[in-house]
């Protein structure tokens, strides 16, 4: 939805000082008495998500009665206080919001260095910005009453969350409309903090993309900046990623978006922050252009490309090869074995019915890190590689010819498989590679789950869900999708069940 930065017709300086404007042009009467340069009455547009969450249309989560922490609870009211009543700087009551996001949200033991990991460290520079801002505090209290409800660590549940997170929006809508909000730092990271709430509380992805716009929106105002902020380059590593996947998983890619991944790209380039997930993210915002093409081609039922030998694949082969040479590099440079098969611990409802576990191993990662650099990488790997298969089997699955292919210039189709390329020979191999690929994702989910990761681990497989889903779905694997469909339910030592994350939009 389009929100409009100052509904009022006052001018910016009589606006945020609250007097009377007398509308005077180009500069009021009121700021000129007063020895102020009128900033003028231009407005800007953002777009933020004005739908409140629905109770209704909320997924039905399990409300069971289970054992009450007083602690959270307490920390909780503690905070609903001092967001009513606020006493002392800006930043007190959104340190005390990090703290208790450290026992939940973020990895056991809560890591003293999270500055340091491109993954976690935006969090803390939210909570630590100073100027006021309704819609960012009322953002940390939605985040933090979502996250004792998804964990059952208190007595609040979805719906208290919902409420919450609907306060958060109204207070959002208000603050736009004041001056700068497009400049604004805090209106910045409100949004990022609602729009990882909603990853844990939305069943459907409606406003995480109106939220996704809405940065879009942000950065567009501010693309004059010539020197952001080194605050704005702590957000640069949420932002990419909340771009990146809307992108991924709408498998297109709007211009603006497009444009703004790589304005944050050579930002991220000359910071000592590029890390290889900066590079990983370089690399994948490729993809949703590739997945965009290869959509369009298959939605043409009998036009066969010109050059029908091997360019419905060359970009995608070119791209595969570059998440392999990042991949490669970030294997050398950790040094360490990046994960490991062990037996699973865990148990799937899905298995219920037969006499063996479909997944009886699970991998082990070496850090949680590595785990979402490694489980990032294969879901886009995998989403891919599926965009290939379905390519192939729309050109080439028949075995006739489709009617705009001229026989006259090639050969059987078949020898196509032995052309594509060295990595992948046959089409065959493609398929292979895509099952191998969705079995390791498979096998991830039980690490990134566990209690000691807290809920950002959990988080960390959204999007791999979905496209394993897809997968299973497009090919038919009745087994593996109920599996999948029952993750939210598996339970084991050490396992946090009952987390059910957001899903796209196919």
């Known amino acids: 939805m389009v929100g409009e930065v100052g509904k009022s017709r006052a001018c910016h300086d009589c606006k945020r000082r609250k007097v009377k404007c007398d509308y005077r042009k180009p500069m009021c009467l009121r700021c000129e008495k007063a020895e102020i340069d009128c900033k003028g009455y231009q407005r800007d547009t953002i777009f933020v998500n004005r739908t409140p969450g629905n109770l209704s249309t909320v997924l039905n989560r399990n409300r069971t009665s289970t054992h009450v922490s007083r602690g959270f609870d307490e920390d909780l009211q503690a905070l609903k206080s001092q967001i009513r009543k606020p006493?002392?700087?800006?930043?007190?009551f959104r340190l005390q919001a990090l703290e208790l996001l450290k026992k939940l949200y973020l990895p056991q033991p809560s890591l003293a260095s999270i500055r340091e990991s491109s993954l976690y460290s935006w969090l803390p520079t939210v909570c630590e910005l100073e100027g006021e801002s309704h819609a960012l505090d009322y953002s940390l209290l939605t985040f933090c009453v979502v996250q004792i409800a998804v964990t059952k660590t208190g007595s609040v549940c979805i719906d208290e969350a919902l409420q919450v997170y609907n306060d958060a929006l109204q207070k959002l809508l208000v603050e736009i409309e004041d001056f700068g909000a497009g400049q604004s730092n805090e209106i910045l990271a409100a949004i990022s903090v609602l729009s990882t709430s909603e990853l844990f509380v939305c069943s459907t992805d409606h406003a995480w993309r109106a939220h996704a716009q809405g940065i879009s929106e942000i950065l567009r105002i501010r693309s004059g900046l010539n020197s952001p902020t080194p605050i704005c380059r702590s957000f640069c590593t949420r932002i990419r990623v909340l771009l990146l996947i809307e992108a991924l998983s709408n498998r297109r890619t709007r211009s603006m978006m497009t444009y703004h991944c790589h304005q944050l790209s050579q930002l991220m380039s000359m910071s000592s922050e590029h890390d290889s997930f900066h590079e990983l993210i370089d690399v994948a915002c490729e993809v949703p252009a590739l997945l965009e093409e290869s959509d369009i081609l298959t939605a043409s039922r009998?036009?066969?490309?010109?050059?029908?030998?091997?360019?419905?694949?060359?970009?995608?082969?070119?791209?595969?090869?570059?998440?392999?040479?990042?991949?490669?590099?970030?294997?050398?440079?950790?040094?360490?074995?990046?994960?490991?098969?062990?037996?699973?611990?865990?148990?799937?409802?899905?298995?219920?019915?037969?006499?063996?576990?479909?997944?009886?191993?699970a991998l082990q990662f070496e850090s949680l890190e590595t785990a979402g650099q490694v489980v990032l990488w294969w879901a886009i790997v995998l989403q891919v590689l599926c965009s290939m298969i379905d390519l192939y089997q729309h050109f080439f699955g028949s075995s006739a010819p489709s009617s705009a292919f001229d026989q006259s210039k090639s050969e059987d189709l078949r020898g196509l498989e032995s052309r594509l390329n060295s990595r992948f020979p046959t089409m065959?191999?493609?398929?292979?590679?895509?099952?191998?690929?969705?079995?390791?994702?498979?096998?991830?989910?039980?690490?990134?789950?566990?209690?000691?990761?807290?809920?950002?681990?959990?988080?960390?497989?959204?999007?791999?869900?979905?496209?394993?889903?897809?997968?299973?779905?497009?090919?038919?694997?009745?087994?593996?999708?109920?599996?999948?469909?029952?993750?939210k339910n598996m339970r084991g030592p050490g396992f946090r069940h009952g987390i059910e994350l957001m899903g796209f939009q196919d």
């Open 87 to 92: 006493e002392g700087p800006q930043t007190q």
């Open 302 to 361: 009998n036009i066969m490309p010109e050059q029908w030998n091997t360019s419905p694949f060359k970009a995608s082969f070119a791209v595969l090869e570059k998440l392999h040479d990042r991949h490669q590099k970030y294997r050398a440079k950790t040094g360490t074995l990046l994960y490991w098969a062990m037996p699973s611990g865990v148990d799937n409802p899905a298995d219920d019915p037969y006499n063996n576990k479909l997944f009886p191993f």
């Open 428 to 487: 065959s191999s493609v398929k292979d590679e895509a099952h191998k690929l969705a079995r390791y994702l498979c096998q991830s989910i039980e690490y990134c789950h566990k209690i000691e990761n807290g809920t950002f681990g959990p988080q960390m497989t959204t999007y791999a869900q979905w496209v394993l889903k897809s997968y299973f779905r497009q090919f038919q694997y009745e087994r593996e999708l109920v599996w999948c469909l029952n993750i």
